[in-house]
Nanobody
Framework: QVYLAESGGGSVHAGGSLRLSCAASGFTYTMSCMGWFRQVPGKEREGIAT???????AYADSVKGRFTIYQDNAKNTLYLKMNSLKPEGTGMYYCAAQSYDGGSCLLLEVNEFWGQGTQVTVSS
């Protein structure tokens, strides 16, 4: 059974940085796509960053130049480094993974497996 466990969330002031981690387990193959999503109460979950099995990345316009998605395959861990955080970055951050190529990874669409989320709060 695939299991995704996020960590690294917390509270920071605007301009600060955090690094989120997503430890993946329960599978031996390479995921076709992995990504990070953010959700705030009353709004739909939005794609923040994704990475495909070639290492190609995609970002939401709101985070380009400030966030970096990367993975350590040896550790089966996905990361999201977030710099210059803004108050609108507050929300629950979820890790997601997809085992098949649905053709939409770089459109910030990932389905199939989800973690439980880690909360990020950015104060002004």
């Amino acid at each position: 059974q695939v299991y995704l466990a996020e960590s690294g969330g917390g509270s920071v002031h605007a301009g600060g940085s955090l690094r989120l981690s997503c430890a993946a387990s329960g599978f031996t193959y390479t995921m076709s796509c992995m990504g990070w999503f953010r959700q705030v109460p009353g709004k739909e979950r939005e794609g923040i960053a994704t990475i495909d099995d070639d290492g190609t990345t995609a970002y939401a316009d709101s985070v380009k130049g400030r966030f970096t998605i990367y993975q350590d395959n040896a550790k089966n861990t996905l990361y999201l480094k977030m710099n210059s955080l803004k108050p609108e970055g507050t929300g629950m951050y979820y890790c997601a993974a997809q085992s098949y190529d649905g053709g939409s990874c770089l459109l910030l669409e990932v389905n199939e497996f989800w973690g439980q989320g880690t909360q990020v709060t950015v104060s002004s």
